[in-house]
């Protein structure tokens, strides 16, 4: 079975701070993803990755980078935090090289609060 | 972008009925997929359709899909308890490595 595991599952964190948020997959998929997900707004893509020092923005790019130097880690930042950016952020992977019709994976979630 | 908006938003049934959630799309797809989320955790994969397939199954689920309605549904057999969780349809486009995800309908079993 595919693991995607993010680092925290709870993280709290202040107005301004620089905020690091860490997704590992075991499947060396080449393709990783970043969503947030807010009630009412669904899941939206913020950033992904197709390979190892690749990356593409999503829907929401503002506020957010990626880094991905090693193809099992995709690593989402927050800038300067801001309270608008209080939510659960989600981290998926996939493997493109089975074909088109490949379902992602998704990590646990952490939900992520600025004070 | 939300392409996908799911039908009810909340269904709540008695354990042993069936579940239906629907799902409704905007542009051409090249598949659709479903998933559940429990609270407070991570999505599952539950089942995909390709777009040139009309119906599928797995186990107590069974998934339809019309492309000329745009429009795919999700149907929970014989529901448990376990079955409670929000269920979210998505589309993949042409290269099929992005999808976009419905705003999900919550599913409540009452034993």
């Known amino acids: 079975d595919v693991k995607v595991t993010q680092s925290s599952r709870y993280l709290v964190k202040r107005t301004g701070e620089k905020v690091f948020l860490e997704c590992v997959q075991d499947?060396?998929?080449?393709?990783m993803f970043w969503y947030r997900q807010d009630p009412g707004l669904g899941l939206r893509l913020i950033y992904f990755?197709?390979?190892?020092?690749?990356?593409e923005k999503g829907d929401i790019p503002e506020g957010y980078s990626v880094s991905r130097e090693k193809k099992e880690r995709f690593s989402l930042i927050l800038e300067s935090a801001s309270t608008n950016q209080t939510s659960m952020y989600l981290c998926?992977?996939?493997?493109?090289?089975?074909?088109?019709?490949?379902?992602?994976?998704f990590g646990d979630g952490t939900r992520l609060s600025i004070l | 972008s939300q392409q996908g908006e799911e039908d009810p938003q909340a269904l709540s049934i008695q354990e042993g009925e069936n579940a239906t959630m629907n799902c409704s799309y905007k542009?051409?797809?090249?598949?659709l997929q479903w998933y559940r989320q429990n609270s407070g955790r991570g999505l599952v994969h539950l089942i995909l359709?390709?777009?040139?397939?009309r119906e599928k199954h797995s186990g107590r689920l069974r998934v339809t899909l019309d492309t000329s309605k745009k429009s795919s549904s999700l149907l929970i057999t014989a529901s448990r308890a376990a079955d409670t969780a929000s269920y979210f349809c998505?589309?993949?486009?042409?290269?099929?490595?992005?999808?976009?995800f419905g705003q999900g309908t919550r599913l409540t079993i009452n034993p």
């Open positions: 998505a589309t993949a486009g042409q290269g099929a490595q992005k999808l976009v």
């Open positions: 359709i390709r777009s040139n397939e």
């Open positions: 499947m060396d998929h080449e393709n």
């Open positions: 998926a992977s996939r493997n493109p090289g089975l074909g088109d019709n490949q379902p992602q994976h």
């Open positions: 990755s197709y390979d190892v020092k690749m990356k």
């Open positions: 542009t051409s797809i090249n598949n």
